[in-house]
C-alpha cells in the first residue's frame, strides 16, 4: 500500500525568508503524481503544486517549486519569499489504493 | 474557484440519529469523494463515485453510506451517529482519476459534533 510520510508536524519561517516543507512516500508504481495542498484557516483546501513522476523537471508555481527526487521517494515543497498568506497547513499527497492518500499535514507559521 | 457546495456546513446531533450531508457540484465532473478530517490524521477517504450510481469505499467506510443519484449531487448518510464521527467532513471532486493526474478540488467542509 503506498504511504505518505511529512515528519515535520510544525516549521515556522520569517517574512520574505525560504522555507522547505519535506515529504517521503512509498509506492510500487512507476508513474505516478504527487501533490501539494494548502489548508489556511479558512479550511479550504487549495492545490498548490501537482508533479508527474516521469519529468525530470521538477515543477513551479510563482513562488512555490518542488525537489522531486524518484529515487529516493522524496518530494519536499520549497516556498520563497514566504508571505504572512502563507500560514497555513500543508499535505502532501500521492495516488494509492484509495484516489488520494495524504500525509498528517505540516503546520507553517510565517512570523512578521 | 471549483463550484463545489456542501450542506449543512455545520451540525450538532445527538448519538444515534441518522445524519446526511450534502455535496453539490456544477462542474459535471465524474468523480467525487468524501473525506473526514481529524487531528493528527490528516485527510481520510470514506466513500468515492466515480460516475452516477457507481461508488466504491475508502480507508474509513464503516458506519457510513453514501449515494449518488444524479451527476452533481453526491451524499454521504451516518445511519446510526455515534461520537467518533465527530469530524469536519470534506467533499472534493475531479474530472478524472487522481492516478491519472486529475486535480481533486474541495468543498468548504462541514463540521459536524456528535454528542
Known amino acids: 500500500a503506498q504511504t505518505v510520510t511529512q515528519s515535520q508536524p510544525e516549521m515556522s519561517v520569517q517574512e520574505a525568508e525560504t522555507v522547505t516543507l519535506s515529504c517521503t512516500y512509498d509506492?510500487?508504481?512507476?508513474?505516478?503524481?504527487l501533490f501539494w495542498y494548502k489548508q489556511p484557516p479558512s479550511r479550504q483546501m487549495i492545490l498548490v503544486i501537482r508533479q508527474e513522476a516521469y519529468k525530470q523537471q521538477n515543477a513551479t508555481e510563482n513562488r512555490f517549486s518542488v525537489n522531486f527526487q524518484k529515487a529516493a521517494k522524496s518530494f519536499s515543497l520549497k516556498i520563497s519569499d514566504s508571505q504572512l498568506g502563507d500560514a497555513a497547513m500543508y499535505f502532501c499527497?500521492?495516488?494509492?489504493?484509495?484516489?488520494?492518500?495524504f500525509g498528517k499535514g505540516t503546520r507553517l507559521s510565517v512570523i512578521a | 474557484d471549483a463550484g463545489i457546495t456542501q450542506s449543512p456546513r455545520h451540525k450538532v446531533t445527538e448519538t444515534g440519529t441518522p445524519v446526511t450531508l450534502r455535496c453539490h457540484q456544477t462542474e459535471n465532473h465524474r468523480y467525487m469523494y468524501w473525506y473526514r478530517q481529524d487531528p493528527g490524521h490528516g485527510l481520510r477517504l470514506i466513500h468515492y463515485s466515480y460516475g452516477v450510481k457507481d461508488t466504491d469505499k475508502g480507508e474509513v467506510s464503516d458506519g457510513y453510506s453514501v449515494s449518488r443519484s444524479k451527476t452533481e449531487d453526491f451524499l454521504l448518510t451516518l445511519e446510526s451517529a455515534t461520537s467518533s464521527q465527530t469530524s469536519v467532513y470534506f467533499c472534493?471532486?475531479?474530472?478524472?482519476?487522481?492516478?491519472?493526474?486529475?486535480?481533486?478540488?474541495f468543498g468548504p467542509g462541514t463540521r459536524l459534533l456528535v454528542l
Open positions: 509506492t510500487s508504481e512507476s508513474d505516478y503524481y
Open positions: 472534493a471532486i475531479s474530472e478524472g482519476s487522481s492516478s491519472g493526474g486529475s486535480t481533486q478540488y
Open positions: 499527497a500521492l495516488p494509492g489504493d484509495t484516489p488520494l492518500v
